[in-house]
């Protein structure tokens, strides 16, 4: 007995110094298996990146949201008085089928397969998901046992119809392994989806087996790294103004589809752009099969705006005579006749009346004068048949249809040759810009928001000249005379407190199976503007496919209803001074930096600049604009000293400008509204510091009076059948 025993311990001393010196039991290692039992891990969600416009107004963000769990085993009562699990899923699913999208009879099956299976717990799938805060509460009031809620986060965009075929949406997933996570599906936030997609953290703590914190355990923690902010060029304000004007035109005129942008006429930055049909990011409603964006993704035959880059390549060529005249209404070539878009034209005309007047023939003459091969090299120039670069994906190259002699006489006209709405925006800003071409871009930057470092910074992207600046300047004058003149025929584009120029366009949409539709109604009206002439700022395009038409409307009146409420209230918005701007001259904003406050207020307002100061005392820390800038006089600027702020009337106030002042002036005000400045809780002269509570309202001005057609404006241009 003594022998057995004595081996016996020895084998189970050699068995526990065996264990202790390698940590292996029957090929586990004790060490991995006591972590498994309490070693605990909970994932901090990471946000999704922002999408901001220009004036960091948040368009895109995650917010809030519950995820809702049915605990189903018994085991989760064990030892409490009160149920903590399913006990009627009848009664159960009765309740939730009211505030999620599954029928009773789904709910009770899922319960009921789930329970025999024996599972914990069981979610509900995307039905689950994206619960208010509101519905969690109103489910709760119910006290159905076994029913939790886990914080989730859910995409939210605010605005609804807004930019949506730009901006898209993103969608929660659920992969093989059970995980869910929020991919882009549509726009930016398909195409930027690595960069606004972050990176979750985690906690690690050591736990009992009811989960409970071991004492003195250590928790370690792995910070979530947030997606990375995108900045837009896109103009919050701007783009309101617009989606208004469309959403108006569309309850109006019930058209096919509309397509408009608005770009800073200087830089080629987007401040607006969006298209009809829409949809509603946040429900997707309204989502049709066409996920394009068709300012960049489809392509359209431009009619008669494709004129302007005809008329530039015969001035820049020095074939433009605005007094010699032609015989108009039609133009032979190889047996192929054109006609103009009365069929008859009006005699012996001036090539500028004619261009007034939007005639083909004139163009179809002026091809002739500088030569088939010499106009094509100018439509590449100006961008026509490539990519103009934009900062989007899949974007459209269009054709330039010059195959043979007629080809190119139709696409002096804009038949036949197809581009895209942003081509023909960015070839707009050779004429507005002196003859310096600007490459259109949305992104502003992209920023980290756990370092606040720039990861990149987009500018202005000038590219190579089509035309000099005195042509562009001819351009301009002629394109304003289709407003002013009595023969022009974009008289409906006057605008009551700013100069516009542009171009009309009346153009036939090919049918699928070849051919062309025929009649108003199956038209595309367009128009590609600028205002002010003087000093352009904007760069409007719009255009409207086979809108409904009564017997008195003109086809160009859908089309000038939204260029011309979104033209006039942007300029007012951008602060663009509409009084006697033919004598504003732009000014090149001095450096004040470091000089005394007071004596640079008066210097800038010598020049006629309107100036606000921050900080009544010392010299000036900041300015804005930034030096080097150009601004018109009677434009508004900020300089920024030291001491108390006193606040200032912010009457008729753009929110763009008080924005800036927010900014500048650090100071906590609470905008309210869209538009201009109507109310202010403080008086003006009040001082204020970063703890003074200041609210300010502001308001849309009131639609723009449309110019009454007169009978004659009725018959306008149309294409040649």
């Not at 726009?187 to 953290?201: A, C, F, N, S, V």
């Amino acid at each position: 007995m003594f022998l057995l025993y004595g081996g016996l311990f020895f084998v189970l001393l050699g068995r526990f110094v065996f264990i202790q010196v390698t940590g292996v039991v029957e090929g586990q290692v004790l060490t991995a298996k006591a972590d498994s039992k309490y070693n605990r891990e909970q994932v901090l969600q990471a946000s999704r990146g922002k999408i901001i416009d220009r004036n960091g107004e948040i368009l895109v963000q995650d917010t809030l949201s519950y995820k809702m769990i049915a605990v189903i085993s018994p085991k989760a009562t064990e030892n409490s008085k009160v149920p903590r699990h399913v006990i009627d899923t009848k009664e159960t699913a009765q309740v939730l089928s009211e505030y999620i999208d599954m029928t009773e009879e789904e709910i009770v099956d899922l319960l009921n397969k789930n329970i025999e299976k024996e599972r914990y717990q069981v979610e509900f799938g995307k039905a689950g998901r994206d619960i208010s805060h509101k519905e969690m509460n109103e489910i709760k009031a119910h006290n159905l046992p076994g029913i939790i809620f886990v914080q989730d986060l859910k995409r939210l965009y605010p605005n609804g119809q807004f930019a949506s075929h730009l901006i898209g949406f993103a969608l929660k997933e659920e992969n093989e392994d059970g995980e869910v996570k929020t991919a882009g599906k549509m726009g930016l936030e398909y195409i930027y989806d690595k960069e606004l997609t972050g990176t979750p953290g985690k906690v690690e703590f050591k736990s009992d087996t009811k989960g409970f914190l071991l004492p003195n355990a250590e928790k370690m923690v792995t910070e979530p790294q947030n997606g990375q902010d995108i900045y837009l060029t896109i103009d919050k304000t701007i783009q309101n103004f617009l989606e208004d004007a469309l959403n108006q035109a569309e309850e109006k005129y019930n058209p096919e589809k509309m397509t408009a942008i608005v770009a800073n006429a200087k830089t080629g930055e987007i401040l607006a752009m969006s298209q009809r049909p829409t949809f509603e990011p946040n429900t997707r409603e309204g989502l049709s099969t066409n996920w394009l964006n068709e300012a960049t993704e489809q392509t359209i035959e431009p009619g008669s705006t494709m004129k302007i880059f005809t008329l530039a390549a015969a001035i820049e060529e020095g074939v433009w005579d605005p007094n010699d005249y032609y015989k108009s209404g039609s133009y032979t070539l190889f047996g192929d006749t054109i006609r103009d878009h009365n069929v008859y034209g009006w005699g012996t005309i001036t090539y500028l009346e004619g261009f007034q007047r939007s005639s083909n023939v004139s163009m179809a003459y002026l091809l002739n004068r500088m030569g088939d091969e010499t106009f094509i090299d100018y439509i590449h120039r100006f961008g026509f048949g490539e990519k103009t670069g934009i900062d989007l994906p899949n974007e459209a190259t269009g054709t330039i249809l010059d195959t043979y002699p007629m080809n190119r006489v139709t696409t002096t006209y804009g038949q036949g040759t197809t581009v895209t709405p942003i081509q023909m925006v960015q070839g707009m800003t050779a004429i507005t810009n002196n003859g310096k071409m600007m490459q259109p871009y949305v992104i502003d930057k992209i920023v980290d928001p756990n370092t606040g470092e720039v990861i990149s910074n987009h500018k202005p992207t000038e590219k190579k000249s089509p035309i000099s600046a005195k042509t562009a300047d001819q351009v301009k004058e002629i394109l304003a005379s289709t407003v002013t003149s009595e023969h022009g025929t974009a008289k409906r584009f006057k605008l009551d407190e700013y100069t516009t120029a542009g171009k009309t366009g009346t153009a036939q949409i090919a049918k699928p199976g070849g051919g062309y539709y025929w009649g108003r109604e199956v038209f595309l009206y367009s128009f590609l503007g600028m205002a002010p002439v003087e000093d352009p700022q904007l760069i409007v395009y719009v255009t409207v496919h086979k809108p409904h038409l009564k017997l008195t409307e003109a086809g160009s009146q859908p089309v000038a209803e939204i260029f011309n409420a979104v033209t006039e209230k942007s300029l007012k918005y951008l602060n663009v001074q509409p009084e006697n701007l033919e004598l504003a001259t732009p000014i090149e904003m001095p450096n004040v930096i470091g000089k005394n406050i007071i004596e640079s207020q008066s210097m800038l307002e010598s020049q006629g600049l309107k100036t606000v100061i921050i900080g009544q005392s010392e010299n000036v820390m900041e300015q804005y604009p930034t030096v080097g800038t150009s601004i018109i006089s009677s434009g508004m600027v900020f300089i920024k000293g030291q001491g108390e702020i006193q606040l200032p009337n912010f009457s008729g106030w753009s929110k763009r400008n008080l924005m800036l002042y927010k900014s500048l002036a650090n100071l906590p005000i609470e905008i309210i509204g869209e538009g201009f400045v109507t109310e202010q809780s403080l008086t003006a002269g009040s001082v204020v510091t970063s703890e003074t509570p200041i609210v300010v309202k502001l308001a849309t001005p009131e639609e723009t009076s449309n110019v009454d057609p007169k009978e004659e404006e009725l018959v306008e241009e149309l294409p040649q059948d």
